[in-house]
Structure formats: structure tokens, C-alpha cells
């Protein structure tokens, strides 16, 4: 039997090469097409052009949960292969997906562990190389989550988006809000460090946006400057190419680091239902000065 099972849902943007690379196995939400009755898994079989298409017609594609029966299924079959299986899910901001791991869980609590739900795709990555660095190291899947969440606290994702309505037909934010906040064309800064969410206030600026990002990261973790900041990561789907090309050399400038340094990373498909085309956001880690010494 092996050591160590990982399964996430699609809260990852992993390839298929990766998948099998790292030996993660994949559970699937839905999309439901109210309009055209169409129900979608979220893979190939859904890109962010029909995305983009639907949302221009006025047509706000639904998603939901991985099925819980089907979730369960997927996480029995581990076990049978698995000492110990690893779930790792979308941020719990974004959907009830983690807590209805917690019902999956009680078939096999002392075999099944679960990402405590703060990190979005570039960390859900990161972490998932970790567990498998710490699994072969010999570390037990609850050490290894230990470890994990402990570090997840030092990331963060923090995104804005064109557009509000995408997040008030989601049901986040309210409709009228959403409105006079586009009519402004004032951008929200949302943090999605730990459990809850921060919102970080608004800008009437779209290409600003980042700095207030940095900025506000930078004061909420009591950082002394960007020299604090080990990594960056711009999500990047659905972006104009001269869009993407500003702000990865604003990224490059601000935080003093080499274009080659900014790593670039997609939004699950989920989270691009509601934040659609040319909604943007960064990744941030801060340096573990511990490594250091």
C-alpha cells in the first residue's frame, strides 16, 4: 500500500502532466448552464471563452460543490490504495466545498487530513510539492498538515476584477451595490490569506490596484518592507496580453525582483465564473527568515 494519497478539487489548475507528476488525483465541481440546460465538469470540456461568451449574452454560469456521494467514492478508492489520503479544496470563501470534507472526513478521521481552507491555486500547488518533499522525508500526513497550515498562513492571494457582476450574481455582494460600484468603476481589493476573507477597500484606478495590494499586504503582516516578500505569482486568466505584460513588469518594479521571477498562474475556472475576463491577482509569500539564520 502506498504512503501517502493527495486528491484536490478544482481549486487546482495543475495539468494533466502534472497531476500524474505529483500523483494527485482530481475531484470535479459543476457548472450548470441554466440558460442552455447544459451541466459542465470543471475541465477541458469548459474554457474561459465560452465563459467569456455566455457572460457577454448576460448568461452568469452556476457552480456548485463536488457531488458529496461522489466525493466520498473518490475518497474511499484512495484508502484502498493509500495509507493516508490529503484533501485539499478551494478556499472556503469561495465555496462550501471544505466543509462538506469535513462530512467525508468522519469516515476515516485518523486517515483522512484536510487543508484547513485559506489558499487558492498558486498555493494549493506549492503545498501539494510539499506534501510529497515531507511524505518522502518519512513525516505522517499529520505532521504534514501541520506544516502546511502553519506555512499557508504566510501566503496569500489577493485579487481585484473589472466587473462586479460576476460576484453579485454568485449572491456575495448585492446587485445594487454592484452597480453603482461599476458605474464608478471602483475595483474591490479582496484578501484571501486566512479562513475569512479582508477586504482591503477600493480602487478607482485598475492598474493601481496592485500597489494597494502590495501595500496593504505589506501592513496587515507587519512587514518591515518588499524586501519581506520571498515570492510572487500573477493569476493571469483571461487577461489582455498588454494588460498582463503591465503588470508583470509593474510586479518586476515594484517589488525590486527580475520579470523571469514572477511566476504566472491561472484561476481555476470556478473562480473565473465570477471574477471573468481581465479580473486579475497576485500570489505572495513572505520570506521565512528562519532559512535564513
Known sequence: MKKLGIIVDGSSSLTKEEFKKYDVKRAYFRITDLLNNKEYKDDE?????IVDEQFEKGNYLKSSCVPLGEMMEAVEEMLKE????????????????WSNCQIVKEEAPDRIFIQKGNI????????????????????????IMEIINKESDNTATIFTCETWKGMTQGGRFSKLAGRILDKV??????????????????SRDYHKVIDKMIEKFIKENNLESINDIEEVSL???????????????????KLKKPVEQIEIS???????LQTAKNAYGIGLKIKNKNKEK
Open 45 to 49: 470540456s469548459i474554457t474561459t471563452d
Open 82 to 97: 493509500y495509507e493516508e489520503v490529503i484533501i485539499f479544496t478551494i478556499h472556503k470563501y469561495i465555496s462550501s466545498q
Open 120 to 143: 487558492m491555486n498558486w498555493e494549493t500547488k506549492k503545498f501539494i510539492i510539499m506534501a510529497r518533499e515531507l511524505s518522502k522525508q518519512g513525516l505522517k500526513a499529520n505532521e
Open 185 to 202: 468603476s471602483a475595483y474591490p481589493i479582496i484578501s484571501l490569506q486566512h479562513e475569512s476573507p479582508k477586504f482591503y477597500g477600493l
Open 235 to 253: 493569476y493571469s486568466t483571461g487577461l489582455d496580453k498588454d494588460k498582463e505584460d503591465f503588470l508583470i513588469n509593474h510586479l518586476a518594479k
Open 266 to 272: 491561472s484561476n481555476p475556472i470556478v473562480v473565473y
